[in-house]
């Protein structure tokens, strides 16, 4: 998850992680490479004492701008690659130069026109078509990449980097840009010998654009010996890159012990120093009674660690005095975007205790969830945990599922 949102919906809302190409363990080529690059110091200084008494020895300013890049000057390389492209505009070396220093500076758009180019004046350049890939890597233009490594497999059949790249790239572009279809399984045992609870869960989300996602589910719920179903959609977009925002609603024909209906709407925010805000409200509405929420969270992200709280303030319409619930939770992410958290909630809640009856009571739980992925396409969800109903009963869940990228 990237640092500053936070998810309240089950299906990740504004999961902007899964839209950007910087995220741990989708670096791309050209980045890996730099960091891989043993830097030197500094820009040659006999060169640019060659440079600076004969300005006009082009030879002297190009291994100047070779030394500069080298060392990770890229803006006095790129400074160096513009001199000399003015006194050639046709030279294939210089524009790969000056590209690099662009791609090196995180300006991939004015990188492309260059490449473009000096590969039509160069089509057998094989660093030329390199950089061309890296730049539309680093724009996420996808399907572009894609037809140029074609291409470049075409053109350099003894070369293994275009296959190798294609490979990466369908990799990446499933992991951020992927649909997700989920199912799953969860059995709840209670205590004083009343009937287990079970359900099970459907969803599929789809993106529409870069980070702008679209979702739409089906839940079934048996307690009490009754079951309810439940419709579920929708929608989350980021309006910066600070913040982003969700929308969601659900609807239980003939319900009894969910919401007949609720819609949800919540917000996340990035603030300094890795942490993060979470807003949400929710409105449902029961059968015999409505239940008003307002959660909010703060997040502090520790390398692959976090750390949160979430207050939630609760309000139904037959009690005057609000209730107060809490949880802490610590995850840890690992791998590609896999993760494990230890939840652990007290205070007050609003729940259906028995068919039509919301009560609001004491409740603790302690819970273990997790989502492991085994591949970039299959992931485990599952979770294990206890909670404490007040005085009417203690639960003890397990839910497993199967998540998949297409």
């Known amino acids: 998850m990237k640092k500053g949102t936070h998810p309240f919906f089950g299906w990740r809302a504004a999961d ?3 839209d950007r190409s910087t995220k741990k363990g989708c ?4 980045i890996a490479s730099l960091l891989l690059a043993p830097p030197a110091l500094a820009c040659e200084p006999a060169l640019e004492a060659q440079v600076a008494a004969r300005p006009e020895d082009s030879e002297a300013r190009d291994a100047l701008a070779r030394s500069c890049a080298r060392a990770g000057e890229h803006a006095k390389a790129l400074a160096h690659y513009d001199r000399l492209l003015a006194h050639d505009s046709a030279n294939v070396d210089w524009l790969l130069g000056k590209s690099q220093a662009l791609l090196a500076l995180q300006r991939p758009r004015e990188a492309l026109a260059l490449l473009e180019d000096a590969r039509r004046r160069a089509p057998a350049y094989e660093d030329v078509w390199r950089a061309n890939a890296n730049a539309l890597d680093q724009l996420d233009e996808f399907a572009a990449a894609d037809a140029l490594l074609t291409d470049a497999a075409a053109r350099f059949p003894q070369a293994t980097w275009p296959r190798e790249r294609r490979a990466a790239l369908a990799e990446r572009r499933l992991m951020e840009r992927g649909s997700r279809v989920f199912a799953d399984l969860s059995y709840e045992e209670l205590s004083g010998d009343r009937p287990a609870w079970k359900s099970a869960s459907i969803g599929f989300t789809r993106p529409l654009g870069e980070a702008r996602r679209v979702f739409a589910g089906l839940h079934l719920e048996e307690r009490f010996d009754t079951r309810d179903e439940q419709f579920l959609v929708g929608w989350s977009d980021w309006l910066s890159d ?9 609807f239980s024909p003939d319900a009894e012990i969910l919401p007949e209906w609720s819609v949800t709407a919540e917000a996340g925010r990035a603030l300094p120093q890795d942490w993060s805000l979470g807003l949400r409200l929710r409105h449902a509405s029961h059968e015999t009674v409505d239940v008003d929420t307002l959660a909010t969270s703060l997040e502090k992200y520790l390398e692959s660690f976090s750390i949160g709280y ?9 009690i005057s005095s609000p209730s107060f619930g809490h949880l802490l939770h610590v995850a840890r992410e690992y791998g590609d975007a896999s993760n494990i958290a230890l939840v652990i909630g007290f205070g007050e809640e609003a729940e259906t205790v028995a068919p039509g009856v919301v009560l609001v009571t004491d409740t603790k739980s302690v819970a273990l969830r997790g989502l492991h992925w085994t591949s970039p396409a299959w992931a485990i969800r599952w979770d294990a945990g206890w909670y404490e109903q007040g005085d009417f009963y203690d639960r003890y869940r397990v839910r497993l599922g199967l998540e998949h990228r297409f």
Do not use: E, H, M, Q
């Open 16 to 18: 902007r992680r899964d």
């Open 27 to 30: 670096v791309p080529f050209f």
């Open 242 to 250: 600070d913040w982003s925002y969700g929308l969601s609603a659900d």
């Open 310 to 318: 979430t207050l939630n303030i609760a309000k139904t319409s037959d």
